[in-house]
């Protein structure tokens, strides 16, 4: 099984995260995603990433999809909580992450730009805060998001807070303080998150996903 991946993205890394914990072999295969050399386009008709290729199976992808289909494949040990509520509530998690995963990638787009609307990217700063604000207030004092073991909602999190990372590694916290004066590093304004996210950056398959920056030779807008 092979998984197509880029170093930075916190979306591959969620589904690296699933495999490893659930001891599923898998070769990786890194790419960046807007080279003229990328693979991407041949297994995903949206030349997006992560794709899973299955030995047996047609090519999995969307992150959300990927872990589903995980689940489904190798449901040892589960990733979901048992209660059902509590199964929906770690997908709800899944959901704030992800949106301020997608929030991040387009202000990164968008400061690309000759002149960034002030009016979007302060649209996009208020996703990203409404929703590490909340992922805050979740966690608490917890050591898990949901339930009583490692699973979805505690991947989502740490996928979300190494992507917030990358953000502060590349020197976006500066371009965002232009459009929303009280941006920060995350680990300054959210105790809770920072707290739990070194709770678990041993944990091996954490410590071993941790995103790395690509360098980027080609125009990518």
Do not use: C
């Not at 591959?12 to 599923?24: C, T, Y």
């Not at 929030?103 to 690309?112: I, P, R």
């Not at 917030?164 to 303080?177: A, K, R, S």
């Amino acid at each position: 099984m092979i998984l197509i991946s880029a170093t930075p993205s916190p979306f591959a890394r969620k589904v690296r995260i699933a495999l490893m914990e659930k001891g599923v072999p898998f070769t990786l295969q890194n790419e960046i995603p807007w080279h003229a050399d990328t693979q991407t386009s041949r297994y995903n008709p949206l030349e997006q990433l992560p794709v899973l290729i299955p030995d047996d199976a047609d090519p999995v992808f969307e992150s959300s999809h990927i872990m589903e289909w995980i689940e489904w494949r190798y449901p040892t040990p589960p990733m979901l909580p048992d209660a059902p509520n509590e199964a929906l509530e770690a997908k709800q998690v899944q959901v704030i992450a992800e949106g301020v995963l997608d929030a991040t990638v387009l202000l990164f787009w968008e400061m690309q730009r000759p002149q960034p609307s002030a009016e979007w990217a302060q649209r996009q700063l208020r996703k990203v805060k409404g929703g590490l604000t909340e992922l805050n207030r979740r966690v608490g004092t917890r050591e898990h998001v949901v339930g009583d073991r490692f699973g979805l909602a505690d991947i989502a999190v740490i996928a979300l807070l190494g992507n917030q990372d990358i953000v502060i590694e590349t020197g976006m916290i500066p371009l965002w303080q232009a459009y929303a004066p009280d941006m920060a590093p995350w680990h300054e304004l959210y105790p809770n998150l920072a707290r739990f996210e070194a709770l678990h950056r041993d944990r091996p398959s954490v410590r071993a996903t941790a995103p790395v920056m690509f360098a980027l030779t080609e125009k990518i807008v």
